[in-house]
Each structure stands twice: as C-alpha cells, then as structure tokens.
Nanobody, 124 residues
C-alpha cells in the first residue's frame, strides 16, 4: 500500500509559477511510475504528466507541454510538478498518482494509488 500526500497548491496569477510536491510512503518508491492528473469543476479528470520509476522518461498532456515539468527525487520519495507560465484554464484540483509498475501511462485507470488532491487556482 502506498500513501500519497500532495502539497504546494494555492492561488497564483496568470503567467506565474507554482511547484507541487507529492510525498509517498513506502520503501519501493523507485519501482513506481508516478503521474499528475487534474480535474476542474464539471470536467473529467485530465492527464497532466507522468514519469518512469527511474526518472529517465517523461510524458505530458498536450495542454501543458512546454510549460510544466515533472521530476522526482527517489531518495526523498517525492515527485514534483513545476508549473510555469500558468493560465486560468490550469485551475483545477491536482492529483498525484502511483502505478505499481515502472512504465509510463496516461490513463487514470492505469494508476493504482491516489492522493487527496491539492487546489490550484490561477487568476487572470
């Protein structure tokens, strides 16, 4: 069982930056692929980014490519989402997710564990 706790959400102005963190429990963090998803009110959960267990491979959703960066520190059992040049349409609850295998995935159904979410609000 893996427990995930997100932090770093808040209010930011359009064009600004924010860094989200997700701390994971357990001793096998490096064997999990990790992902970030988001969900805005009235919308479906959307894939944001994912990173392989070792951190060498990453993938991004089209709406954030070139603006957001996912990274991980396996020594700290933590995955990050650096959000730059944010837009009002980035406003959502952001969720961290863990996948029990090392390979990347985009679908929410491919992830086994989820955090409680952190709210990000971008003002125009």
């Amino acid at each position: 069982q893996v427990q995930l706790v997100e932090s770093g959400g808040g209010l930011v102005q359009a064009g600004g930056s924010l860094r989200l963190s997700c701390a994971a429990s357990g001793r096998t963090f490096s064997t999990y692929a990790m992902g970030w998803f988001r969900q805005a009110p009235g919308k479906e959960r959307e894939f944001v980014a994912a990173i392989s267990g070792g951190g060498a491979s990453t993938i991004y959703g089209d709406s954030v490519k070139g603006r957001f960066t996912i990274s991980r520190d396996n020594a700290k059992n933590t995955v990050y989402l650096q959000m730059d040049s944010v837009k009002p349409e980035d406003t959502a609850v952001y969720y961290c997710a863990a996948r029990r295998i090392i390979l990347l995935a985009r679908m929410a159904s491919s992830f086994d564990y989820w955090g409680q979410g952190t709210q990000v609000t971008v003002s125009s």
